[in-house]
């Protein structure tokens, strides 16, 4: 297998699009009142088919004012949200390693790019991400009485999603206030669209899962150690360690840490493989890390089957508190729970009215809606950053102008516009540092 197929995969990519673009200009079909432009290395397919659509759904002007109104005040939200976690960012890095500090893969929120995002399931959230923003602000652009001049397909060697262009002129000429609701659309159809498929993997896997049995489930046996000689698989769960049951990690460690090397101790477990809980004795071996304490020789997951549906569930249940199994949601791929697959799978069975199913077909589905929820999550909170050309960058400049006009009385509108152009460069350059902080400084130290 030739080790540089992906990189000669990928470099053959680039030279056909090139070759596509460079004809498409030689023959005139780029230009900026062509089907096709040139939006940065992005080829932007434009159309004028959709816009009846637009103008349909956004005649009901007090419903999407009113939603605007309070997309605008999420933006706020988030936008205060994220900076404050850039700027807590910045202060951990000083306490990071070069090994611990994020790479720059990381940084890149695209599937097949960033480690945690699968590529299936990223490319399908992204798209359905960015094509339903889109459409909001072009719904809310028309409904605000400025023009759309084109709809389309933003493509650059991979389609990743939509436009829809709003006329230049009437977005400059119309008062802060509606230049805002527009702004805010795209953010607040994320958020949105969050709420829903979050909503509707909850209801699914309340209703569908369940765990095998209470404990903390095995993701990985080490060989050669007591744990592999029982035969114990990642997928199995621990109930019990000497009579002391394991419902959580913290239990299950403190179960572990009164045992020494060469003890001969009771293990009960829920094995896969046999449907069913096993009670068994092992002797453990020593610890390679703490030598008085016994060594059975498996990793847990963090998350035990029971909390894992919890979080789908209803993460502002947790035990740990709203905040700990808010955050136990968002970095489930960080903790490889998400996409629920291979051992994972295992630590449930399926009940109510999807008893039966294929497991791996429900999970896919399950997958596919958790991925939706989180890529929509992440597309809403990095819009609103205050950073040109994202969202947030339109309207902290507007905020920055309604600061100055209610401020500086005295100030021309030009002098408001010149001030506001010279926050919101100003914003953007602090959140370029700040994204790069994090990257750059631990390498530094």
Do not use: C
């Given at each position: 297998m030739d080790p540089y197929l992906g990189y000669e995969i990928a470099v053959l990519v680039v030279v056909v699009y090139a070759a596509l673009v460079l004809w498409l200009y030689r023959s005139g079909r780029i230009g900026p009142d062509k089907t096709f432009t040139l939006f940065g290395p992005?080829?932007?397919?434009?159309?004028?088919?959709?816009?009846?659509?637009?103008?349909?759904w956004g005649r009901f002007r007090r419903f999407w004012t009113v939603a605007a109104d309070v997309g605008i005040a999420l933006s706020i939200v988030a936008m205060g949200t994220i900076l404050l976690l850039l700027v807590f960012g910045a202060i951990v890095s000083f306490r990071l390693t070069p090994a611990e500090a994020p790479s720059a893969q990381e940084a890149l929120a695209l599937p097949g790019i960033n480690p945690i995002i699968p590529l299936g399931y990223g490319i399908v959230a992204l798209v359905v991400g960015i094509v339903v923003h889109e459409l909001w602000h072009g719904i809310v652009a028309r409904s605000q009485k400025i023009g759309v001049k084109s709809l389309g397909i933003l493509w650059c060697v991979v389609p990743v999603g939509a436009f829809v262009e709003q006329d230049d002129a009437d977005m400059t000429a119309a008062p802060r206030r509606q230049r805002d609701r527009v702004a805010a659309a795209g953010v607040l159809a994320?958020?949105?669209?969050?709420?829903?498929?979050?909503?509707?993997?909850?209801?699914?896997?309340?209703?569908?899962?369940?765990?095998?049995?209470?404990?903390?489930?095995?993701?990985?046996v080490e060989s050669n150690t007591p744990a592999a000689n029982l035969s114990l698989a990642p997928g199995d769960i621990i109930t019990a360690v000497n009579g002391t049951a394991t419902p959580t990690l913290a239990t299950f460690e403190a179960a572990l840490a009164n045992t020494t090397p060469g003890e001969r101790v009771s293990l009960a477990y829920y094995s896969v493989g046999l449907g069913r809980i096993v009670t068994t004795?092992?002797?453990?071996?020593?610890?390679?890390?703490?030598?008085?304490?016994?060594?059975?020789?498996?990793?847990?997951?963090?998350?035990?089957?029971?909390?894992?549906?919890?979080?789908?569930?209803?993460?502002?249940?947790?035990?740990?508190?709203?905040?700990?199994?808010?955050?136990?949601?968002?970095?489930l791929p960080l903790a490889s729970l998400e996409p629920v697959s291979g051992s994972t799978m295992?630590?449930?069975?399926?009940?109510?009215?999807?008893?039966?199913?294929?497991?791996?077909?429900?999970?896919?589905?399950?997958?596919?809606l958790y991925w939706l929820a989180w890529?929509?999550?992440?597309?809403?909170?990095?819009?609103?950053?205050?950073?040109?050309?994202?969202?947030?960058?339109?309207?902290?400049?507007?905020?920055?102008?309604?600061?100055?006009?209610?401020?500086?009385?005295?100030?021309?509108?030009?002098?408001?516009?010149?001030?506001?152009?010279?926050?919101?460069?100003?914003?953007?350059?602090?959140?370029?540092?700040?994204?790069?902080?994090?990257f750059v400084v631990p390498r530094l130290l």
């Open positions: 992005a080829l932007m397919i434009k159309t004028q088919r959709g816009r009846s659509a637009l103008e349909r994320n958020f949105v669209l969050t709420i829903v498929f979050f909503a509707a993997l909850s209801g699914l896997i309340a209703g569908a899962v369940v765990p095998n049995a209470n404990g903390v489930g095995i993701a990985a004795n092992v002797t453990l071996a020593t610890s390679p890390t703490v030598q008085d304490r016994g060594f059975l020789g498996v990793a847990v997951d963090s998350l035990t089957p029971a909390e894992i549906k919890q979080t789908l569930v209803w993460p502002l249940g947790s035990s740990s508190g709203p905040l700990i199994g808010s955050i136990d949601w968002i970095v295992s630590y449930f069975h399926l009940g109510g009215a999807f008893a039966g199913t294929n497991p791996t077909t429900f999970w896919v589905g399950a997958n596919v890529m929509n999550l992440l597309l809403g909170i990095s819009n609103a950053l205050p950073l040109v050309p994202l969202d947030g960058g339109l309207l902290f400049r507007d905020y920055a102008a309604t600061l100055a006009a209610r401020f500086k009385r005295g100030w021309s509108e030009a002098k408001v516009d010149a001030f506001a152009g010279r926050a919101v460069a100003f914003s953007s350059l602090i959140v370029l540092l700040l994204l790069l902080w994090q």
